[in-house]
């Protein structure tokens, strides 16, 4: 695929409204590459809501979630701990039990015409995380492969920012909640480890106008202090630990 296409396939996720725009064009994407089938999962602790867009045939996702794979998934357990795509072939399965439990779905997977495929993860700010997966029941030459990793990890990122985006949108904050810039600079530097009193030297305010700030920001968040305020704004991605 050239480049410009990948860029194409990326610009028209950014303008999606909603997650059957998404999954449209995510289904165009694999099938472009040559694949049959698409999934993509992500957790956004924003709204605290796992999103999955199914791409996988019907019997296999019902088998699967009613078999509780998911734990013994080792595109799933890539994902979850690694930042690079990763095909199935070359996936890493462990010894004993597990094993023999990772095994059994990949093996299952194949006889719903998932045989080969690609898997990439997506981690993102405050505990975001994603996974896109593309299958087939065709066999693949490696330089196919190799090539399908790069594009899909492409993909894989603009799919995740599109979805945060509309999902957001649906459920996240009200204008009530909305914490303002003043009060995110706060949280800020009380994450860094900063008093009122420093912030308020840093941000050339005074030090009841900082406090005024934090005490705004615990309400909006509804919690009862400033280190639950902080810990729940890393979570939902609206300040850094860095």
């Known amino acids: 695929m050239k480049l410009e296409r990948l860029f194409e396939y990326s610009e028209s996720l950014s303008s999606c409204a909603t997650q059957d725009e998404i999954k ?90 998932l045989r080969q495929g690609v898997s990439v993860p997506v981690h993102g700010p405050g505990g975001e995380w994603g996974m896109m997966s593309l299958g087939s029941s065709e066999r693949y030459s490696p330089t196919t492969i190799k090539d399908t990793r790069f594009h899909t990890q492409f993909i894989a990122q603009s799919t995740h920012e599109a979805l945060k985006r509309v999902v957001n949108a649906v459920g996240g904050e009200t204008p009530e909640s909305q914490l303002t810039v003043r009060e995110c600079e706060c949280l800020q530097w009380t994450a860094n480890g900063k008093t009122a009193w420093e912030i308020s030297r840093i941000l050339n305010l005074s030090e009841s106008t900082v406090t005024f700030h934090l005490k705004n920001a615990i309400n909006k968040m509804e919690v009862a202090n400033r280190p639950q305020a902080v810990a729940k704004a890393v979570t939902q991605s609206r300040i850094t630990l860095f």
Request: contains cysteine; hydrophobic residues 40%; proline residues 4%.
């Open 24 to 113: 449209e064009v995510c289904k165009t994407f694999a099938h472009t590459l040559g694949f049959e089938h698409f999934i993509y999962g992500a957790y956004f602790p924003l709204v605290e809501n796992i999103v999955i867009l199914n791409g996988f045939p019907d019997p296999w996702r019902e088998h699967y979630d009613s078999a509780g794979y998911m734990y013994s998934d080792p595109t799933v357990k890539h994902c979850s701990v690694n930042t690079s795509a990763i095909e199935w072939s070359q996936l890493a399965v462990t010894k004993g039990r597990r094993g023999a439990a990772e095994r059994e779905v990949m093996s299952e997977a194949m006889v719903y015409g």
